[in-house]
């Protein structure tokens, strides 16, 4: 059955979350063992704090802070449920559908603030990841303090857990980030493939 799976979904490869009932915890890996899977280091962001939200409000998971040497680029992997118990990996999934979809309108209808101003998108687009799914992503610019910022968003699914990822970086910026490469080697660590 999990073959063919595989084959309609594109020959992407699978991974543990896609292997759980959705909607239920039984067997999902706990967040801090899929935290404990992303490396000290991500496409030259090194690993900082870690910010646990889930005893305060469960569904709200654990946020991994990532940061340049030179701090001009800041980056951050997600992992939460919205108390949804385990999420597929699957991005065509209904699940992963509606949290982009509920992510994309909290953050642009977020009112302008005093750091940052004229927030808008600036494309879509789904991100293969090698030997896993693909992350659904967007990539947004604005105006802070007096420089012109990028912002890209990634959302998947990985180890039933949802994994966002974001990277925000100057435009002015002389050695560019790579949201991309953060946002792909972020999700393979995450995922463990099924075989």
Known sequence: MLALLATLA??????????LTPGTRAGRPSLDEVAARLPSDIAGFKRDTVTEYEGRQPGYGIAIGYGRDALDAIGTVFLYDRGLGAVPSDPQAPQLAAEFERLMGEILASPNGR?????????RFDLAVPNGRALRCVE?????????????????GA????????????ESNAAPADPRAFAMAAAQAARIPLR
Do not use: K, P, W, Y
Not at 10 to 19: I, K, R, V
Not at 140 to 156: F, P, Y
Not at 161 to 166: E, N
């Open 159 to 170: 180890a039933g857990h949802f994994l966002q990822t974001q990277i925000t970086i100057a």
């Open 140 to 156: 947004l610019v604005a105006e802070m303090s007096q420089e012109n910022i990028r912002r890209t968003i990634c959302v998947g």
């Open 115 to 123: 750091t940052v101003r004229n927030l808008r998108e600036r494309s």
């Open 10 to 19: 594109g020959c992407a490869t699978m991974d543990e979350g896609d292997a």
